[in-house]
Structure formats: C-alpha cells, structure tokens
Antibody, heavy 120, light 112 residues
Framework: QVQLQQSGPGLVKPSQTLSLTCAIS??????????WNWIRQSPSRGLEWLGR?????????DYAVSVKSRITINPDTSKNQFSLQLNSVTPEDTAVYYC??????????WGQGTLVTVSS | QSALTQPASVSGSPGQSITISCTGT?????????VSWYQQHPGKAPKLMIY???NRPSGVSNRFSGSKSGNTASLTISGLQAEDEADYYC????????????FGTGTKVTVL
C-alpha cells in the first residue's frame, strides 16, 4: 500500500516561494508505471491539477498552463520523495495542497493535505 | 479548460439510490475512458471510489458504480447509508493543451 506524507510550511508571504515535499512509502519515485502529482483545492477554484513528474527511462514533467511560469516539481531519488515549488505567490494561491500518485488516468493515493495560506 | 459540470447537491433517504452526473466534452469525458470518482469527507483527502469509468478499487463497496454515455459520466450509490454523506468529485484525463487532468465542480450528497 502506497502512503504519501506531506511536509512544509503552512504560511507563506506574498511574492515568496511556496515549497512542499511529499515522502513516498510503498513505491519508488523512479517507478516506470507511476506519475507523481500535485493538486490543490480552494473554495474559489475547486480541485485543480497543478502538475506531475514521472520516470520513463528519463524524467518528464507536465504543468498546468495556469501555473506553468511559476511551478517546479522535482523528484528526489535519494530520499524517495518529490517536491513542489511555486514562485511569486499571491493570496489567490491560498489552498489545501495535495500530493497524489497516478498509476493510470486516475489518482490512486493521496497525501494528507497541507493548508497553505499566503499572507503577510 | 473549464471544470466538468456536476450538480451542486443530491440527496436521498437511507436505502435509496442516487445518481450524480458529470458532464464534460469530447476532449475529456467523451474522448477517454479515464473518468474517475472521488469521495471527500470534511477535512479529509479525496478517496478514489471509481476508476476508468466503472472499475472499483479493492475495498470500495459494490454499492458504488460508474458508467458513461457520450460526454457525461455518472456515479450511482445504491442502498444509501449515512456514511455516504460527503462531497463527490469526478475527474477525467484531458487532451487540452493547458492541463492533463480536469476535475468536476463537486456534488454534496446528503443522506436525509
């Protein structure tokens, strides 16, 4: 059973960088059949897919156009985890952020969620 | 890319059946069999209930079933129970140039 454990700060100042990490147990970030995703949820935007990283003989990334200029998702094979960085945040980035693993076109397992508030 | 359209709320009495619709386009729901459904209780992470239109993960009650016709997918909960009261979201893979996955607007299920 795959388990995802999120960590990171719950408060970020406007214009700064939001950084979260998702530690994986029960699978490998280098798996050839999984994709590692970040999703956020807010009352105004609902559930919103942000991006993913996955390994298929080499590393790939996909990002939602809405955040593409500000987002980076990186794998860390030494720690079996992956991370989210979102730059230049505004109050509109306030949301609950989830990491999730997809084995196909669906999200099989989710992290516990992290409420990130953007405020000075 | 707009969110998939779901009814805001659906209600039913214990033991009844309810159906939640999820309407998209030929670029998402209608174009792929990658429709999935998630149950979310307050303060909790979403939980996968149905994948690839009609498949149930191990451990999910067979009271939950999924189907699709054209650009609309549906989730049916039969034998409604108090524990089914939650928010439900559909999701689909999409060929949109702006993202890979799109979610529904969410449906609040109330057990009367």
């Amino acid at each position: 059973q795959v388990q995802l454990q999120q960590s990171g700060p719950g408060l970020v100042k406007p214009s700064q960088t939001l950084s979260l990490t998702c530690a994986i147990s029960g699978d490998s970030v280098s798996s050839n059949s999984a994709a590692w995703n970040w999703i956020r949820q807010s009352p105004s935007r609902g559930l919103e897919w942000l991006g993913r990283t996955y390994y298929r003989s080499k590393w790939y990334n996909d990002y939602a156009v809405s955040v593409k200029s500000r987002i980076t998702i990186n794998p860390d094979t030494s720690k079996n985890q992956f991370s989210l960085q979102l730059n230049s945040v505004t109050p509109e980035d306030t949301a609950v952020y989830y990491c999730a693993v997809a084995g196909g076109g669906y999200f099989q397992h989710w992290g516990q969620g992290t409420l990130v508030t953007v405020s000075s | 890319q707009s969110a998939l359209t779901q009814p805001a709320s659906v209600s039913g009495s214990p033991g009844q059946s309810i159906t939640i619709s999820c309407t998209g386009t030929s670029s998402d729901v209608g174009g792929y069999n990658y429709v999935s459904w998630y149950q979310q209780h307050p303060g909790k992470a979403p939980k996968l209930m149905i994948y690839e239109v009609s498949n149930r993960p191990s451990g999910v009650s067979n009271r939950f079933s999924g189907s699709k016709s054209g650009n609309t997918a549906s989730l049916t909960i039969s034998g409604l129970q108090a524990e089914d009261e939650a928010d439900y979201y559909c999701s689909s893979y999409t060929s949109s140039s702006t993202l890979r996955y799109v979610f529904g607007t969410g449906t609040k299920v109330t057990v009367l």
